[in-house]
């Protein structure tokens, strides 16, 4: 999936590609939360944003049809181009900020190299029936059959409804993954998650506004006080207890990723009835509160909580500055649990400004080649098999000024923008911004050492 954002925060223009790893990195203020954000907004809403347009391309019968997928497909761009529209009007509301702000905004995704006759026409037999319809596709057909077994007067356009979930579900559903995002407040809302109870007063203002509450405009409208996702990180938190009682396929097919981020936080998280989430350090018999346990353990809370009870491949898991809070020993490690993750098929998005977390995997691509002296190196420094990541998994972007073509424009635009870093198998990840910061620490220290000499 490719993004394309325009007069977003600081970015004038940006383009980026969706890897099983994908980085974007650079200095403070340059525009990488604004993309993570709106990027896990529209992943967060675009099932009612695309069976909103679906609904508006296509008319149904109203008690039993027969669509024809095929006849669907040419209608796809378009659904896109309009989910694009509809979603860029809803970016006041996923940051919780002023319209003026977005007025000049623009947010397009675009999946064209996704073969959707392929993936249609082979789409797996199912049958799926409730109160109301029942629906049945064969593979390697694109008819779809939808029978409703009654009428019903809950509202006139429920059998829209359906049919729009139906074809979304056999179009769309594989094409955009399940987000679960950690955003830079995750520390605090760590410890104050039971004082900040976003959900209960986004709904309490939804019901003091309207009779009828429609669950998407609930969704979209501008009822939340905090970014969107803030507030799902919270209620994430809040939920922890039910969410604790889940056993994630990560858990089950791969516990030496479990392994590692114990040993990244140095223990393991439960939860205490009336005491909320414990911290046990490894070895010791002690249970701390979140209040009192390291801001690293805080900052890892709502990770670990995701990969023990409901990672899954296909995922996407969205983290803003994993390196909060971590010392540069454990920023090598989170690099290698992300490239585990992904190995296992979970795939990864983060912001950073750590050198050792781009370093370390650019180490992992470095060691991913099939040489035997590098199999030494892997074996003698600890670097296991399913840490060690290919180069094409992995897509890097820097936050920065630089001349860019902006459609519609003749000439190149001085502007800040995502540029693409340059990443090979034999040379790793090219990351000038971290470079040039170095190179000139170093410059000054061989000043500092040296230029004593002449006096």
């Given at each position: 999936?490719?993004?394309?954002?325009?007069?977003?925060?600081?970015?004038?223009?940006?383009?980026?590609?969706?890897?099983?790893?994908?980085?974007?990195?650079?200095?403070?203020?340059?525009?990488?939360?604004?993309?993570?954000?709106?990027?896990?907004?529209?992943?967060?809403?675009?099932?009612?944003?695309?069976?909103?347009?679906?609904?508006?391309?296509?008319?149904?019968?109203?008690?039993?049809?027969?669509?024809?997928?095929?006849?669907?497909?040419?209608?796809?761009?378009?659904?896109?181009?309009?989910?694009?529209?509809?979603?860029?009007?809803?970016?006041?509301?996923?940051?919780?900020?002023?319209?003026?702000?977005?007025?000049?905004?623009?947010?397009?995704?675009?999946?064209?190299?996704?073969?959707?006759?392929?993936?249609?026409?082979?789409?797996?037999?199912?049958?799926?029936?409730?109160?109301?319809?029942?629906?049945?596709?064969?593979?390697?057909?694109?008819?779809?059959?939808?029978?409703?077994?009654?009428?019903?007067?809950?509202?006139?356009?429920?059998?829209?409804?359906?049919?729009?979930?139906?074809i979304y579900y056999i179009i769309?559903?594989?094409?955009?993954?399940?987000?679960?995002?950690?955003?830079?407040?995750?520390?605090?809302?760590?410890?104050?998650?039971?004082?900040?109870?976003?959900?209960?007063?986004?709904?309490?203002?939804?019901?003091?506004?309207?009779?009828?509450?429609?669950?998407?405009?609930?969704?979209?409208?501008?009822?939340?006080?905090?970014?969107?996702?803030?507030?799902?990180?919270?209620?994430?938190?809040?939920?922890?207890?039910?969410?604790?009682?889940?056993?994630?396929?990560?858990?089950?097919?791969?516990?030496?990723?479990?392994?590692?981020?114990?040993?990244?936080?140095?223990?393991?998280?439960?939860?205490?009835?009336?005491?909320?989430?414990?911290?046990?350090?490894?070895?010791?018999?002690?249970?701390?509160s979140m209040s009192e346990s390291?801001?690293?353990?805080?900052?890892?809370?709502?990770?670990?909580?995701?990969?023990?009870?409901?990672?899954?491949?296909?995922?996407?898991?969205?983290?803003?500055?994993?390196?909060?809070?971590?010392?540069?020993?454990?920023?090598?490690?989170?690099?290698?649990?992300?490239?585990?993750?992904?190995?296992?098929?979970?795939?990864?998005?983060?912001?950073?400004?750590?050198?050792?977390?781009?370093?370390?995997?650019?180490?992992?691509?470095?060691?991913?080649?099939?040489?035997?002296?590098?199999?030494?190196?892997?074996?003698?420094?600890?670097?296991?098999?399913?840490?060690?990541?290919?180069?094409?998994?992995?897509?890097?972007?820097?936050?920065?000024?630089?001349?860019?073509?902006?459609?519609?424009?003749?000439?190149?635009?001085?502007?800040?923008?995502?540029?693409?870093?340059?990443?090979?198998?034999?040379?790793?990840?090219?990351?000038?911004?971290?470079?040039?910061?170095?190179?000139?620490?170093?410059?000054?220290?061989?000043?500092?050492?040296?230029?004593?000499d002449d006096d």
């Amino acid at each position: 999936m490719k993004i394309r954002l325009e007069n977003l925060g600081a970015l004038r223009y940006g383009e980026f590609e969706l890897g099983k790893l994908t980085i974007i990195c650079g200095k403070n203020n340059t525009g990488k939360t604004y993309a993570t954000y709106a990027l896990f907004g529209f992943l967060h809403i675009q099932r009612f944003l695309l069976k909103r347009q679906i609904s508006k391309k296509i008319s149904y019968k109203y008690m039993q049809t027969e669509i024809n997928l095929e006849q669907v497909i040419p209608l796809i761009p378009e659904i896109i181009k309009e989910a694009s529209k509809e979603y860029t009007k809803e970016l006041p509301n996923i940051f919780s900020s002023d319209e003026k702000f977005f007025r000049d905004s623009s947010f397009v995704f675009s999946v064209d190299s996704f073969d959707f006759r392929e993936h249609i026409l082979n789409r797996e037999f199912f049958n799926r029936s409730n109160d109301f319809f029942a629906v049945e596709k064969e593979s390697g057909s694109f008819m779809v059959t939808i029978a409703f077994l009654k009428e019903s007067g809950a509202r006139s356009n429920l059998p829209n409804d359906y049919i729009a979930e139906v074809i979304y579900y056999i179009i769309f559903a594989d094409v955009f993954p399940s987000s679960f995002i950690a955003s830079a407040e995750r520390t605090g809302a760590a410890i104050f998650y039971r004082e900040l109870d976003f959900a209960r007063n986004r709904l309490l203002k939804e019901i003091s506004r309207a009779k009828e509450i429609d669950p998407f405009k609930l969704l979209l409208e501008g009822t939340q006080d905090y970014a969107l996702p803030v507030e799902v990180n919270v209620e994430f938190t809040r939920n922890l207890e039910n969410i604790s009682k889940k056993t994630s396929h990560i858990a089950k097919q791969c516990p030496q990723i479990l392994n590692t981020f114990a040993e990244l936080i140095g223990g393991s998280y439960g939860m205490k009835k009336n005491l909320g989430v414990q911290f046990k350090p490894t070895g010791k018999s002690t249970r701390l509160s979140m209040s009192e346990s390291s801001s690293a353990v805080r900052s890892l809370l709502d990770i670990g909580f995701y990969l023990h009870h409901l990672a899954k491949p296909g995922d996407l898991l969205m983290v803003d500055e994993p390196e909060l809070n971590l010392h540069p020993e454990n920023q090598r490690l989170v690099a290698r649990l992300f490239a585990c993750l992904v190995n296992a098929g979970v795939n990864v998005f983060v912001t950073t400004h750590s050198d050792y977390f781009i370093k370390e995997i650019n180490t992992l691509i470095l060691l991913n080649q099939d040489k035997s002296y590098l199999k030494k190196i892997a074996q003698e420094e600890g670097y296991p098999d399913e840490a060690l990541i290919s180069a094409d998994k992995v897509k890097v972007y820097i936050a920065e000024k630089a001349k860019v073509l902006i459609p519609g424009n003749e000439r190149k635009t001085n502007c800040q923008t995502l540029t693409k870093a340059p990443i090979e198998p034999q040379s790793g990840i090219e990351v000038r911004s971290f470079d040039d910061t170095i190179n000139d620490m170093n410059r000054i220290e061989d000043r500092i050492i040296w230029d004593g000499d002449d006096d």
